[in-house]
């Protein structure tokens, strides 16, 4: 039987024209569960020691948008090429367009006797604008499907100042995991495709595309011991030169963020597949600029024993590569400075700063094309032409308070 629909749902916009972008009247508010432990230790010599594990628990995330008329994976199973996705295929099946009196001019299907299988099985099928694919129909942005839960070990270890000396270091090791790997602020991380099947979303739970594993913050303060009344007493002119200077040193080392699993990009598309993983990416990636990692670790679905590529099926390749990343952060900054008093209530302070002193650049998201792209027309799989952030550089200042 072929569905029919001859009003639009609550909820939705009462729009005939090509694609829908809705907002639903009813819907989930996204949640957060935040929840951490800690103990704290000190040690002789006034050091402090703390470790403590810090999580949260989201629910009902947003989407960047996901299409309702977008068919599911087990009715693309159930039916096929019957659906007609490519009407070239022997096995496509046409129904009788009983949508036509709704149908806009803007539908493609619109005056037609017969449509294809697919559009009886949407489930908004007189609105869209009659062609196939995610965002061709009824859009909605910020559907609260997604879910995530972070688990970190956190620790620190900090002296306090004495003898004109003290610093600060901080460990993090965690994980964040995520089946929205493409909410709508997309600019915080990197996030690359989409959900092949939204309304199922256990294809898509995988490290997220923000997860960064370890970080490690190191900071030193110290006070030269040159001036007078220090190691190396000096007094006049030179202690005015050389004397009361502090060193500070930042230091900051992390892992990368998580590389997107390639599409496949099988035509016809029925969905957002993506390719099948036969071996680890990482393994024996060379991890150079040209070449970050191994892409012979991908293969078309249905075609690992011999056979012939299934546009069907979903790739198990998982959405984001836990073991396969950008390159992590490498920096080291530098300061001096130093404070002239000018009686009670006015200083003069110079500062001499430098940020990526070692001049190390961290590498940006390297290309992961689809794999029928790289295949057949040979584009560039895991190049990378950018840095992320800035060289060397060096920081001359003056301040004065009063």
């Not at 009462?14 to 907002?23: E, P």
């Not at 949407?122 to 609260?144: C, R």
């Amino acid at each position: 039987m072929v569905p029919t629909l001859t009003s639009p749902p609550s909820g939705l916009a009462n729009n005939l024209g090509t694609t829908i972008n809705t907002v639903l009247h009813s819907q989930r508010t996204p949640t957060t569960y935040n929840f951490n432990f800690a103990v704290e230790y000190e040690l002789p010599h006034q050091v402090v020691v703390t470790a403590g594990y810090v999580g949260s628990r989201g629910l009902f995330l947003p989407f960047s948008m996901v299409d309702l008329n977008q068919l599911d994976l087990g009715t693309i199973a159930k039916y096929g090429a019957s659906l007609c996705v490519d009407p070239t295929n022997t096995a496509c099946q046409m129904v009788p367009n009983v949508w036509a009196p709704i149908q806009p001019a803007t539908n493609s299907n619109a005056g037609a006797a017969t449509v294809p299988l697919w559009v009886a099985l949407q489930q908004f099928p007189q609105f869209g604008n009659g062609t196939y694919g995610s965002g061709n129909g009824v859009i909605a942005h910020g559907y609260p499907a997604g879910d995530s839960e972070y688990s970190s070990l956190q620790t620190k270890v900090q002296k306090r100042l004495t003898a004109h000396f003290t610093t600060l270091a901080t460990f993090t090791w965690g994980k964040i995991m995520t089946d929205d790997g493409n909410p709508p602020l997309g600019f915080v991380g990197t996030h690359l495709g989409a959900a092949q099947d939204w309304r199922n979303l256990g294809y898509e739970h995988s490290v997220s595309p923000q997860d960064v594993k370890y970080q490690f913050t190191g900071q030193v303060s110290y006070d030269l011991p040159v001036g007078k009344g220090r190691a190396i007493n000096l007094n006049g002119i030179s202690n005015a030169a050389l004397g009361g200077w502090t060193v500070n040193a930042i230091g900051y080392l992390s892992t990368g963020v998580p590389i997107a699993s390639p599409t496949s990009g099988t035509s016809p598309a029925y969905f957002n597949q993506r390719a099948d993983m036969t071996c680890n990416p990482a393994s024996g990636a060379p991890h150079t600029v040209t070449t970050w990692f191994n892409d012979n670790c991908f293969a078309l679905p249905g075609t690992e024993n011999g056979g012939a590529a299934n546009p069907l099926v979903p790739g198990n390749a998982p959405a984001y590569l836990d073991n396969v990343r950008t390159r992590g952060a490498r920096d080291l900054d530098l300061s001096l400075y130093k404070t002239f008093m000018m009686g009670e209530s006015r200083a003069l302070r110079f500062d001499v700063s430098s940020y990526n002193i070692t001049n190390t650049p961290q590498y940006g998201y390297p290309s992961v094309p689809s794999l029928t792209g790289a295949i057949s027309q040979g584009l560039p799989f895991g190049l990378i032409t950018n840095t992320i952030n800035t060289p060397r550089q060096f920081q001359f200042g003056a301040r004065f308070t009063f």
